[in-house]
Structure formats: C-alpha cells, structure tokens
C-alpha cells in the first residue's frame, strides 16, 4: 500500500514538473513569434523621430555607466588658459554642430535619437550646465570611445589623448567664466543654421 501511494505521488510530481516544462517552453516559443512578428510586421521605432521603448534608456544607461566606472581616467594635467583655448578650437571643429555652443543651440540636435545633448545649455530641471556636473575622466571616456547606437563617434583615432582631454576639461567648465578669447572662439564655433524646407 504505501509503495503504491509513494509511486503514485512521484509520478504525480514529475508529470507536474513536465507540464511545468513544456508550459516554460511553450511561452519561450510564443515570446520569440511575437517578437518576431512585431518586429517583421510591426512598426518598431526605428526611426530617430519615434518615440523609445519603454525603459530603453534607463536600460542603456545601466552598462554604460558601468564601463566608464571600471574604465575611468583621471586628467593628467590640470586647467589653464592655453589648454582652454586648445580645447575650444577642437570643440568648434569636431563638437559644435551637434552639441552647440554658448548661447546657440543646434537645431536638429532634438531630432536626433538620443537627443543629442547642448553642452552649453541649462538643464532644465537645475542649473547643472552640460556636462559640467560630470568628472572629466567620463567626458573623456565618451569623447574616446562615442556611446554605441547614437550620433557619438568614437574619437580615439581621431584626435590625440592631450586634445580629447582639452576638451573634457573645457566643458568641465562650461558653467564657469571663461577667459574672453575662449569665450570668442566658442561664439564663433557654431555654424549659420541650416535652413529646411517646410
């Protein structure tokens, strides 16, 4: 008797966990169909105007941020006027066109996917300007290797460490006083506007 009721409970459980299997299973399968669907039939955004998935960018920040932690560089020099000057030339060549400069924003910036920042601009929820608020071995770690899936290129073949660092250090500062011929080569490091068509 209690072999048969011992057998009977263990075949109970098992037959429990293989429906439980193929029950996992079965969702995997339906999972994977939908999402191919949607993304196949579908309208995915894909587009720099649509709007993000939800989460998307939390989730994005979650690994980026921890690379640039386990990777961060402290600058080798400190700030001074000709690195600032240096820094703004650079800046006006390779940055102002996406990022803007003081007082002049990029038009079509907002349109790009993620929106690309304006680094001499406000944020509007505090007074933070730009990136100013981030260390300059971040900056740095951005400027070197671009953010994956945006309009950041990557700048290590580009320009030396000593420029990218100029320029990590300068929009450190973004929220300071610059000395006037900084201030001037930044002014004039923005483009005339693009005009569109309506």
Known sequence: MASRASSK???????????????????????????YCYLKFGKPPVAAADPAFPFEAQI??????????????Q?????SEDGFEAGARIYKKEC????????QDTPYAKWMYPVAP???KKHTKNDVVGVSDDEPGETFWKIENGIRLTGMPAYKHILTDTQMWQVALLLKSADQPLPDPVRKLLEDAHPDPVRLAH
């Open 75 to 79: 600058p080798p020099f400190g700030i």
């Open 60 to 73: 994005v920040q979650v690994p980026l941020n921890a690379r640039i932690a386990k990777e961060l560089k």
């Open 9 to 35: 409970s263990s075949s109970g459980s098992s037959s429990g966990f293989g429906s439980f299997v193929l029950g996992f299973l079965f969702a995997l399968v339906a999972l994977g169909v939908g999402g």
């Open 118 to 120: 304006q680094l001499w």
């Open 96 to 103: 102002a066109s996406c990022h803007g400069a003081p007082g």
